[in-house]
């Protein structure tokens, strides 16, 4: 069911998501909560291997969708296409965590549950998740089973990171040892994920929140601009004695990046700022100026060689679509033999 004016002080939930340059893939992120038969839907379900079921949400809820600044009508898509969207349109990019601290501003749900624009939810995933909090009074975060587009597992609940995975990550070093321990663990690729966990942090990509949590240890730090508030959330939320759990009965399908891929580099450098900000803010030891230095040169180096090899891929991709389109060139010159 859906809210109405009558129910305002008495919803289950609130949904909060951002916008910024996707119109499509919020137009199919918000069709799979109201219009789960849509065909954009049912055909990123059938991709993940998902049935093709309409089960009707059973809670009280409302959609709240921040648009920030968008420049492909996406603000005009939500008012024209989906009216009963609570639809905050503002000029300029508070980031993630500001963006959603804007929709709690607005919220009327008992919870409070941060979802990504290029996600695509099951049927009867919000009555699950909001049932599953019901049932854990000291659960502070709880997050679903997020798959890749394809069906394939993705990892979207870890344990909190350290700098040995964050030497190994994504850098040379891990791609010369790429079953390293400290990735493995910071994953959490030891176990099938197929069963209720408490564990350090959930993927912001859809996140559940109790409003008792959030009145207790307070929104989303803000200084995150994108990347590492989810992590910051559950550290708070793990010192106030709140539970994090994952939880794998309701499915999300998660296409990573499809939003801050508009601007990669910047959201490269963006994520070596927040993971600076994250662990100076919460390991003590960085208050040593040499610990503080080598961090810093830590994250410098890493985010340099990502950087690069960003760029190799898109030199390695624009070759080869040079290449492609020279041989579709040279075929349509070739002469062809009479019959």
Request: net charge positive; with cysteine.
């Amino acid at each position: 069911m859906t809210p109405t004016d009558a129910q305002s002080a008495a919803l289950d939930l609130t949904v909060s998501i951002l916008s910024w340059n996707t119109r499509d893939l919020l137009r199919r992120c918000l069709g799979s909560i109201y219009h789960p038969a849509w065909p954009p839907v049912r055909a990123a379900r059938e991709r993940a291997g998902l049935p093709c079921d309409a089960v009707p949400e059973e809670i009280s809820f409302e959609v709240v969708v921040v648009d920030q600044e968008s420049l492909d009508r996406s603000a005009r898509m939500v008012a024209e296409e989906f009216p009963q969207v609570r639809l905050l349109a503002r000029k300029g990019n508070l980031g993630f965590a500001g963006g959603n601290n804007l929709a709690y501003q607005h919220a009327r749900g008992r919870y409070f549950l941060l979802l990504n624009s290029d996600t695509v939810l099951r049927p009867g995933a919000l009555t699950a998740l909001v049932r599953f909090a019901d049932a854990h009074p000291r659960a502070g975060l709880i997050g679903p089973k997020v798959l890749n587009p394809n069906g394939s597992l993705q990892l979207s609940c870890r344990r909190f990171p350290t700098l040995g995975a964050g030497l190994f990550r994504h850098t040379p070093l891990g791609i010369l040892f790429p079953k390293n321990r400290f990735v493995r663990k910071y994953l959490m690729d030891d176990w099938t994920h197929d069963q209720p966990q408490e564990v350090d942090w959930l993927s912001g990509c859809c996140l559940l929140a109790r409003r008792e949590m959030i009145e207790e240890i307070g929104l989303l730090d803000d200084g995150f601009f994108m990347y590492f508030e989810d992590v910051d959330w559950a550290v708070r939320a793990h010192r106030a004695g709140w539970q994090v759990l994952y939880y794998p009965e309701p499915l999300v399908i998660h296409e990573i990046g499809r939003s801050t891929d508009k601007a990669v580099k910047r959201m490269i450098v963006r994520h070596h700022l927040s993971a600076y900000r994250f662990f100076t803010k919460h390991y003590p030891s960085t208050r040593r100026p040499l610990v503080r230095g080598a961090l810093i040169a830590g994250l410098a180096v890493r985010c340099a060689l990502t950087l690069a090899r960003n760029q190799a891929l898109r030199w390695k991709l624009k070759w080869s679509q040079r290449k492609s389109a020279a041989r579709k060139s040279r075929k349509l010159s070739e002469p062809r033999s009479g019959g």
